[in-house]
Each structure stands twice: as structure tokens, then as C-alpha cells.
């Protein structure tokens, strides 16, 4: 018990911290994830006093993630998805592929390896599910209920075309062995088992829906699960293995007891993922990555958030295209997967990879806010 103590004290001095700058950032005006990213840089080893145990930390910002787009899933309804916003299905492509272009070939032409140009130009494309979450649940958005779903649309259907991309990009790269005709077979079968467990699990459910503490730890538990082994057996990321999942398994009652159920989880561990983002940036090395930093702040501007709201306009989709475009404009949490292992195949360099941590630290409080701000007109 006593070698334990020390990372028990880590998260809760680590929550604690997050607590209080959350609470100092909501006074400031900003959202709290500013907060949370600067406890991350507190407790980092690359700034002086307390240190964090990052990888537990880490670890238990995984199981957030998974646990907060499990919920999304289980939240987002496909069939009314389908039904009021069908130009999504060929909007979001288009915007993946078009930020993708837009930022690989501005990458290369400022000397950045064309394979890794592709990787980071796909992490620009793809949006923070966490923090767009966020947007739609905060008590001062001004966002309206089709705003938030097409929100929350844009990045389901984004996930899924940008990891079915990036399956194709990391096996030509050489990044991984895996052939992409292959990366993309085993995530069809991973969605065709996802749908079997969907047939079984609203019955346990129902079984012991009298039963409240295995009813909780049922579907912590099937979160955790299918999203592990998604990632584990299928090569399918975690995040996306877990929206998925909760997608497949949505319709049905038992599904939304378990949602609300996973409510109080979701908000404790989610604060942890930006904790961890924080915790990775070395003050030290914001200097010489700030050019490639203000680069990938522009890309986000320009080859995202623009070519989105045209998309949004031109499409006709029923939300408010200068808010919804706003709300997309930050680097995602998938964007670090495509980021590490372009670092690792020696495709990027460590100033690049700097850069994508200091676009990460601009663009979640950026959008977050300028987003309230681009909806106060819209109000009545």
C-alpha cells in the first residue's frame, strides 16, 4: 500500500491543482480547459517544483477519453443524424481532405519531409472530440441544439474519415507493417463486432438495471472494453474504438441509464486529458518552435476553420456555419498519435513536434471562447 501512496497523492494533488485553475481561468473569462492545460505545464517535469508522475497520469487520461466519447456515442442519435444533416456524410470528408492538402503542402514548402507533411496535415484536419464535447456542455455556450449536434456530427463522421486515412498514410510512410488494405479490413470487422455486443449488451443491462452498483460497473466496464480491444486487436484508436462503440449500442434505454450513469466519471478523468497535453510542453523548446507553432495556428485558421464554413454554407446545413466552423478550429487529441509517430520514424523533427503542442495550447482556449463570442449575435 505504502509504494502506492505516492500516485494517489499524484492524482490528487494533480485534480486539485486543475481545480483551482479551472476556477481561476472561468474567472478570467476563459474556459476551464486553460486551467487544466496549465496544470499540466505545472506539474511537468521541464518546470521547476512538483513533478508528476506523467505516464500514470497519462494513463488515466486514456481512460477518460474513452469513457467521455463512449458517452458522445451513446448520446449521438445516427438515424436523426441521417435525417437532418445528411450533407455531413460528404461535407466532413472534404474538409479532411481538403485541410490535409492545404497543410501537407504549406508544411513542405517550409522543409518538412513530404510523408511527414501528410501526418501533421492530417492532425490539422482533425478537430478535439474533448474539447468540442465541452463546447456543447458548457453553461456559457451560446450555441443552439442544432449547432451542438452538427457539432458533435462533424466530429464523429471527421474521426472516422480521418482514421481510415490515416491507416492508408502510416502504411505508405512505412511508419507501420501493416498494409492499409488491411488497417481498413480490420476496422470493418471491428464495427461488425461492435454491432454484435450491441445486441447483447442492453439485455445484461436490463438484467440488472435493480441492481445499481453492477449496473455502473457494467458500463464503465464495456466502455473500457470494447474501446481496448478495438485498439488492441484491430489497430483501431482508442478514442474512435470508443465512439464507435457507443454509437452501435445507443438505441435503446438502457443505454441512456448507463449514459447518465457515466456522467460523474466522464468529468473527473476528462479534466486529466488536458492535464497530460500541458504536461508534455518543455518550456524550453517553445523559442525555436514558435515559427512552426504560428504556421499550424494559421493552417488551423485557413485550411480548416474557412474551408468549413463554406462547406457548412454552401451545403445548407442546419446550424450556424460561422459558430460551427469556430467550434472545429483546435488540433485534436488524435493529432498526437499521427505527431508521435511521425517523431518516432524520424519524418518531423522535435521543433515541429513542439510546434503541434504550442498550436494545441492556442487553439483549445481560442475556439472555446471565440466561439461563445460568435454566437452572442444569434441570440434572442
Not at 477518460?64 to 442519435?77: A, P, Y
Not at 502504411?171 to 463486432?193: K, M, N, R, W, Y
Not at 441492481?211 to 464503465?220: A, M, P, T
Request: charged content about 10%.
Amino acid at each position: 500500500m505504502s509504494e502506492t501512496a505516492p500516485l494517489v497523492l499524484d492524482v490528487g494533488l494533480v485534480l486539485l491543482l486543475a481545480a483551482f485553475l479551472g476556477w481561476v481561468a472561468r474567472r478570467l473569462g476563459l474556459p476551464a480547459a486553460t486551467g487544466y492545460l496549465a496544470a499540466g505545464l505545472a506539474v511537468s517535469p521541464f518546470t521547476p517544483g512538483y513533478v508528476a508522475d506523467r505516464e500514470q497520469i497519462s494513463l488515466l487520461a486514456d481512460i477518460g477519453v474513452v469513457i467521455l466519447l463512449f458517452e458522445v456515442g451513446i448520446e449521438v442519435d445516427v438515424r436523426k443524424l441521417g435525417k437532418t444533416l445528411r450533407s455531413l456524410f460528404w461535407i466532413v470528408p472534404a474538409q479532411v481532405l481538403l485541410t490535409t492538402a492545404l497543410s501537407a503542402a504549406a508544411l513542405s514548402l517550409v522543409g518538412v519531409s513530404t510523408p511527414g507533411a501528410l501526418l501533421i496535415g492530417l492532425g490539422i484536419a482533425f478537430s478535439s472530440s474533448v474539447v468540442i464535447v465541452n463546447i456543447t456542455r458548457s453553461k456559457r455556450r451560446t450555441t443552439n441544439k442544432e449547432t451542438e449536434q452538427a457539432l458533435l456530427g462533424w466530429s464523429v463522421i471527421q474521426d472516422i474519415a480521418g482514421v481510415s486515412l490515416a491507416a492508408v498514410l502510416i502504411a505508405l510512410t512505412g511508419a507501420e507493417s501493416t498494409q492499409p488494405i488491411v488497417a481498413i479490413l480490420q476496422l470493418v470487422i471491428f464495427c461488425a463486432l461492435v454491432i454484435g455486443a450491441a445486441q447483447i449488451v442492453p439485455h445484461v443491462l436490463r438484467a440488472l438495471q435493480w441492481e445499481r452498483d453492477l449496473f455502473l460497473i457494467v458500463s464503465v466496464a464495456v466502455g473500457l472494453a470494447i474501446a481496448s480491444a478495438g485498439a488492441v486487436f484491430f489497430g483501431v484508436p482508442m478514442a474512435l474504438a470508443a465512439f464507435v462503440a457507443g454509437l452501435a449500442i445507443s438505441d435503446n434505454q438502457e443505454m441512456a441509464d448507463a449514459r447518465t450513469a457515466l456522467l460523474p466519471f466522464r468529468d473527473v478523468f476528462a479534466v486529466l486529458f488536458f492535464v497530460a497535453v500541458g504536461s508534455l510542453i518543455n518550456p524550453f523548446e517553445i523559442g525555436p518552435a514558435l515559427p512552426y507553432a504560428a504556421l499550424m495556428v494559421g493552417l488551423v485558421l485557413f485550411a480548416k476553420v474557412l474551408p468549413a464554413y463554406v462547406l457548412a454554407r454552401v451545403s445548407k446545413t442546419p446550424a450556424r456555419a460561422g459558430q460551427l466552423a469556430i467550434g472545429l478550429g483546435q488540433v485534436g487529441e488524435f493529432s498526437f498519435v499521427l505527431a508521435a509517430v511521425g517523431q518516432a520514424e524520424g519524418l518531423i523533427s522535435g521543433e515541429v513536434f513542439t510546434g503541434i503542442l504550442c498550436a494545441v495550447l492556442l487553439t483549445i482556449p481560442l475556439s472555446s471562447v471565440l466561439v461563445r463570442t460568435a454566437g452572442v449575435r444569434h441570440r434572442t
